[in-house]
Structures are given as C-alpha cells and as structure tokens.
C-alpha cells in the first residue's frame, strides 16, 4: 500500500472517530474508539489485522466503503405492502 493512500484512509477513519487508535490484542492489530472496535461485529475477520496499515485499512473499507453500498441498496428498497386474501383469486381444481 502506497503511504499516500494510507494517509487518506487514516484520515478518513479520524474524521469519522475522532479518537480512534490503534491496540494491540494478541500480537495483532485493531482499531478501536473510546474502547469501541470501530469495525462492525458483522466483519469479524477484518477486526484485527497483522500490521498497523491493515487495520486502517480494514476500518476505512467497513466504514466507508461496504456500509455506504449497504446502506444505499437498503434505501432503494421499499417495505411490501401487506398482502390480503382479497388480492389472489381462487381457482377450484377437482
């Protein structure tokens, strides 16, 4: 990974969690803020990383990548209306 590219996904997670940094958990590496992991449970391979840049790097691709797609094709979305017996029509077969 390029250092440029590492800068702005530093960033990138900083300004989202302003107090995030990294910890070190069994020799591997995670971003955490106010003692929170910054990654969502639901990414659990991703929540600790070998090297200091992966686990930017892990946190700028949950945040800022996958959740904007989810949270977009989520919206795009809309609730079924509920379905009545009235709507379907009965054909008797004997």
């Known amino acids: 990974m390029k250092e440029?590219?590492?800068?702005?996904?530093?960033?990138?997670?900083?300004?989202?969690?302003?107090?995030?940094?990294?910890?070190m958990i069994g020799g591997k590496f995670t971003i955490t803020?106010?003692?929170i992991n910054v990654i969502s449970s639901d990414y659990g391979n991703l929540i600790l990383n070998d090297s200091i840049k992966n686990a930017w790097k892990s946190a700028y691709i949950t945040n800022y990548i996958?959740?904007?797609n989810i949270s977009r094709n989520v919206k795009g979305?809309?609730?079924?209306?509920?379905?009545?017996?009235?709507?379907?029509?009965?054909?008797?077969?004997y």
């Open 4 to 23: 440029l590219e590492y800068q702005i996904m530093k960033e990138a997670v900083l300004k989202k969690y302003p107090n995030a940094k990294v910890n």
């Open 33 to 35: 803020s106010n003692g």
């Open 66 to 68: 996958w959740n904007k």
């Open 77 to 93: 979305i809309s609730k079924p209306k509920e379905i009545e017996i009235t709507d379907f029509e009965y054909n008797t077969i």
